[in-house]
């Protein structure tokens, strides 16, 4: 039973933080790159950041450089994503997901509401 599974999500202020977590159960994640994503309310998934299987290259999405970091512990089977200076319209369900070769797996998501 392969699975990921994100957790850190909740309700924070405009300008707080979050620190989300994908952790890998069944498998190990030292393979794989792993991508965020967000889907908010009526509007499509899209791609926050990634980073590959080694750590060392990362990328992010306009609206969240600067203000988020990826980053993994392959020795804890976990990718993280440091969420920082969080506004209101970062608030969606996060996933995560890991990819190898045509290997593709999702996380259920966890909700992150940024509201004052």
């Known amino acids: 039973q392969y699975q990921l599974v994100e957790s850190g999500g909740g309700l924070v202020q405009p300008g707080g933080s979050l620190r989300l977590s994908c952790a890998a159960s069944?498998?190990?994640?030292?393979?794989?790159?792993i991508g965020w994503f967000r889907q908010a309310p009526g509007k499509e998934r899209e791609g926050v950041s990634c980073?590959?299987?080694?750590?060392?290259?990362?990328n992010y999405a306009a609206s969240v450089k600067g203000r988020f970091t990826i980053s993994r512990d392959n020795a804890k089977n976990t990718v993280y994503l440091q969420m920082n200076s969080l506004k209101p319209e970062d608030t969606a369900v996060y996933s995560c997901?890991?990819?190898?070769?045509?290997?593709?797996?999702w996380g259920q998501g966890t909700q992150v509401t940024v509201s004052s």
């Open positions: 997901a890991a990819t190898w070769h045509n290997l593709l797996y």
């Open positions: 069944g498998f190990t994640l030292e393979y794989y790159a």
């Open positions: 980073i590959s299987s080694n750590g060392g290259n990362s």
